[in-house]
């Protein structure tokens, strides 16, 4: 089992950033990445950004060039800077991993763009 806890949402203006985190815990060994996802209300969930074991990193269209995600080398934390924020960005944010082909999430944490 892994447990992850997001955190580092809250509000920001238009043109802000923020710095969001998920801490892993419990077996991690195994894990082949970990990723951002977000979703808004009535929507799918939709990924943001995933890093690979082998450090390889992807990102939606919608936020490369903003967004930039890393992990420590024990799965310890990820963490996803954002920069450039806008309002389109508003979501909640949740963290996940994969490990032996079965995926675990957080609960999120709500990040707001507005003035």
């Known amino acids: 089992q892994v447990q992850l806890v997001e955190s580092g949402g809250g509000l920001v203006q238009p043109g802000g950033s923020l710095r969001l985190s998920c801490a892993a815990s419990?077996?991690?060994?195994?894990?082949?990445?970990m990723g951002w996802y977000r979703q808004t209300p009535g929507k799918q969930r939709e990924v943001v950004a995933i890093i690979s074991s082998g450090g390889r990193t992807n990102y939606s269209d919608s936020v490369e060039g903003r967004f930039t995600i890393s992990a420590d080398d024990a799965w310890n934390t990820v963490y996803l800077q954002m920069n450039s924020l806008k309002p389109e960005d508003t979501a909640v944010y949740y963290c996940?991993?994969?490990?032996?082909?079965?995926?675990?999430w957080g609960k999120g944490t709500l990040v707001t763009v507005a003035e």
């Open positions: 419990g077996s991690k060994f195994g894990i082949s990445g």
């Open positions: 996940n991993a994969v490990r032996f082909g079965r995926i675990y």
